[in-house]
């Protein structure tokens, strides 16, 4: 690294905007939150390829990407294990997909609208998306 000003990040560097650096692994993305800074409105952040940034949430369009815990990029192929989870609105890939239904099948009643209750969403193995 040159320790210079530069107007973006290079490749494979991920721009933190916040503390105006270049990190060069996107696990300091995340690590920025752990250690200094004290109003982190999430936890998580993921170093984005695709745009040469950390980022709370990975971008929709035009690379449709999710946070992965594993490789601490967004990324549109999660790892192994892992379901790209676009129904809750967090864009991250998830060991378990999220549901709304009972182990027996039937609707959790903690829902006020029965008409406006949340689907399921299942794991796909081939996909791996929710």
Do not use: E
């Not at 990029?73 to 709304?100: L, M, P």
Request: charged residues 20%; glycine residues 6%.
């Amino acid at each position: 690294m040159t320790r210079r000003c530069v107007f973006n990040c290079p490749d494979n560097f991920y721009a933190d905007y916040r503390d105006g650096v270049c990190f060069h692994h996107p696990i300091n993305c995340t690590k920025a939150c752990d250690y200094h800074w004290t109003n982190c409105s999430r936890k998580f952040r993921w170093g984005d390829p695709y745009n040469n940034s950390c980022t709370y949430l990975c971008p929709s369009t035009p690379w449709d990407s999710y946070g992965d815990n594993v490789t601490q990029k967004c990324t549109t192929s999660c790892t192994v294990d892992s379901y790209a989870d676009k129904y809750s609105g967090t864009r991250i890939c998830v060991a378990q997909c999220f549901g709304y239904y009972t182990n027996q099948g039937v609707v959790k009643t903690s829902f006020t609208d029965i008409n406006n209750v949340p689907y399921d969403s299942y794991g796909d193995n081939f996909t791996k998306r929710c």
